[in-house]
């Protein structure tokens, strides 16, 4: 399985010059928790929730203090076509949650974590789902036991 399979796209951008306020209105807006920082095709860092909340907050930084001074950067990435074992050790060594998909230099999306455990869990169900059906109908078949009454 390839990064691309699991992946999200198209990944939401922000220009360099955007002020952490409206990257955080764009994160609320669409339910996420990283914006890729871009200028046109160019990928500069990732901000992320965590960033507003430990740089801004924090920090008390001001709201409109550019995304290019409270980003992540240099950005780790994986790309499209890399194995998943890519990104899972990518995460394992690094501790980052989410990480931009490149193609060809290009950010063509996000893998985060939690869809790395959402794809574990539907394979752990893919293998319990025949198991569990297997068991129930043994214990279907086997008479229960007798109730001795005094």
Known sequence: MRVSDLMISPPMTVPPDSTAAEAARLMADRAIG??????????????????????VLADGADADTSVSRLMSAPPLTVDAD????????????????????????????????DDLFLDVLQHFTDLLGPVSRS????????????????
Do not use: K, M, S, W
């Open 82 to 113: 890399d194995e998943l074992n890519a990104a899972y050790r990518t995460f394992r060594r690094t501790g980052v949650r989410r990480l931009p998909v490149l193609r060809d230099g290009v950010p063509v999306g996000v893998i985060t974590v």
């Open 34 to 55: 990283c914006v890729l920082v871009a200028d046109g095709q160019t990928l500069l860092g990732v901000l992320t929730d965590r960033d507003l909340v430990v740089r």
């Open 135 to 150: 068991t129930l109908h043994e214990e279907a078949a086997v008479p229960p036991p007798e109730r001795i009454t005094p």
